[in-house]
Every structure is written in C-alpha cells, then in structure tokens.
C-alpha cells in the first residue's frame, strides 16, 4: 500500500510544506526520485514523486506552467523542491496551474529530505505479500543513506 501526498507532508520530520495543489493530495506516492534532469517525465513512472534541488526547474511563468504540466501528464504524484537552493520561486502563474492539474507542489528544508523522503514512500504497512519488498525497499534505503552521508561530507 503506498503513502499518499498528504501523508507525506503530515510527516513533521519532513518539514515539507504545500504551495499549490491540494486537490491532489490524495495522489499515491509509490516512489520518490532525486532528479536534476530537464525533462523527468521521461525517465519516471505513474505516483512517483520528484525531488529536485531546482537546477533545471524554469524561471518563468509560463515555464512553470508547461514543466507541471507535463508532470501531470506523465501522472507522476507531485513535485517537491528544495526550498532556499536554485529553484526560481514558484510563480503565481505556475500555482494556478497546479491547482487546476490537482498537482501536489511542495518545499521541502533541504538537509537530508532526499532520504527521509524515500524512507517515508518506502516504508511498507507489513503484510506476508509486502516482507520481500521491505526487504529490498531497505537495501535501497541504506544505500542511499550511505550516498547522501558521503554528499553531505563534501
């Protein structure tokens, strides 16, 4: 059973906060990506969440607006950036958008999110069916946990 939106963001560690949106809330998160590319819709899939820094995120409205939807399109579950980095702030243009795609746009601080996140849509509700992918889901997570350890080092 996946996490929704709006679980993630009631999660106080997470310090994630919505910008625009909230009738998507209730998306299901079944996945959460750390991704700089320029088009993640390409390389993601159905209730996965981006996570971005904001390198690639667009400075202007009408932008904005396209990247979300194309987002939406790709039926990913939101967007979260990385609030205070390099992200160009989310335009009023763009949170209309959002609003009307029912596209969950969030912050996020940005010490360690990346990992409590994926801890968070990771985390499995125990049944006998979900062992096997817990088991997996925490290999990933140490790995990650390991790589963000070292990014953070630098």
């Known amino acids: ?3 929704t939106v709006r679980e993630l963001i009631a999660i106080p560690t997470l310090r994630t906060r919505l910008i ?43 932008e904005q607006v396209a990247y979300l939807e194309r987002l939406a399109e790709a039926d990913l579950s939101g967007l979260v950036l990385a609030e205070g980095l390099f992200a160009a702030p989310v335009t009023d243009l763009a949170a209309q958008a959002a609003d009307r795609l029912a596209f969950p746009s969030m912050y996020a601080w940005t010490c360690g999110v990346d990992t409590e996140i994926l801890q968070s849509a990771c985390r499995c509700r125990t049944t006998v069916r979900d062992v096997a992918v817990g088991e997996q889901c925490g290999a990933l997570i140490n790995r990650g946990s390991r790589l963000v350890r070292r990014y953070e080092r630098c």
């Open 1 to 3: 059973m996946s996490l």
């Open 20 to 62: 625009a949106g909230a009738s998507g809330l209730d998306r299901p998160v079944t996945w959460a990506h750390s991704c700089e590319l320029p088009e993640p819709w390409q390389w993601m899939g159905s209730g996965d969440l981006v996570m971005t820094v904001g390198h690639e995120f667009p400075a202007t409205g009408r």
